[in-house]
């Protein structure tokens, strides 16, 4: 119904914020990952929106990116997964790293963002795995090349190899980005180079 709302940031809290557009001001609510990244107070923002409409309310859920509202979408497309939890999931996870965890079977990481057991963790992978691909990380995002696609699955390796140690997804992702001349690196040379990154 609404795609996104562009205009003036003029108030925000921990949970939301305030788009001043054409004279309305919109109260959003949005993962503390996008109180991190706001403009300043007056600067112009533009917020991808979710309107979530019940009995009693209507409420907007908003992404400084067209990525992070197409995650929420999938993850409140899950049974026993609302708009609120869906938050909280995004609040935790960016998505490049929601991404592997889903990818990885990491229930264990998911299961950590706030109100999300265990048993919500094992079906959001169950009913998600199909539906996330990993060319949709931007980290694996290729240019043209098949060495690229080669370089992509040292990657790919290396972060899988990391959850089944026990790292989480989001830590494996970090540990691997930071690696320097990663396209040179076979999966195991690539591995024991995030290892380093670790500690």
């Given at each position: 119904?609404?795609?996104?709302?562009?205009?003036?940031?003029?108030?925000?809290?921990?949970?939301?914020?305030?788009?001043?557009?054409?004279?309305?001001?919109?109260?959003?609510?949005?993962?503390?990952?996008?109180?991190?990244?706001?403009?300043?107070?007056?600067?112009?923002?533009?917020?991808?929106?979710?309107?979530?409409?019940?009995?009693?309310?209507?409420?907007?859920?908003?992404?400084?990116?067209?990525?992070?509202?197409?995650?929420?979408?999938?993850?409140?497309?899950?049974?026993?997964?609302?708009?609120?939890?869906?938050?909280?999931?995004?609040?935790?996870f960016d998505s490049d790293s929601l991404?592997?965890?889903?990818?990885?079977?990491?229930?264990?990481?998911?299961?950590?963002?706030?109100?999300?057991?265990?048993?919500?963790?094992?079906?959001?992978?169950?009913?998600?795995?199909?539906?996330?691909?990993?060319?949709?990380?931007?980290?694996?995002?290729?240019?043209?090349?098949?060495?690229?696609?080669?370089?992509?699955?040292?990657?790919?390796?290396?972060?899988?190899?990391?959850?089944?140690?026990?790292?989480?997804?989001?830590?494996?992702?970090k540990a691997v980005n930071k690696v320097e001349d990663a396209?040179?690196?076979?999966?195991?040379?690539?591995?024991?180079?995030?290892?380093?990154?670790?500690?």
């Amino acid at each position: 119904m609404i795609s996104y709302i562009k205009g003036i940031l003029s108030d925000y809290d921990e949970e939301s914020v305030v788009v001043e557009a054409s004279g309305v001001g919109y109260n959003i609510q949005v993962p503390s990952s996008v109180i991190d990244s706001l403009p300043p107070m007056g600067a112009e923002v533009k917020v991808y929106t979710y309107l979530a409409v019940r009995e009693d309310a209507f409420t907007l859920f908003g992404f400084l990116t067209r990525d992070d509202l197409l995650m929420f979408m999938r993850c409140i497309s899950v049974n026993g997964v609302g708009p609120k939890a869906g938050l909280a999931i995004l609040s935790a996870f960016d998505s490049d790293s929601l991404r592997i965890a889903i990818i990885s079977g990491d229930a264990k990481s998911i299961s950590k963002a706030n109100g999300i057991g265990p048993k919500t963790a094992e079906r959001l992978i169950l009913e998600l795995k199909d539906k996330v691909k990993s060319d949709e990380i931007s980290f694996f995002k290729t240019e043209t090349s098949s060495a690229s696609g080669e370089i992509d699955n040292s990657k790919k390796e290396a972060i899988e190899a990391l959850t089944a140690l026990g790292y989480s997804a989001s830590d494996a992702l970090k540990a691997v980005n930071k690696v320097e001349d990663a396209a040179s690196l076979d999966s195991e040379a690539l591995l024991k180079a995030a290892l380093k990154n670790m500690f």
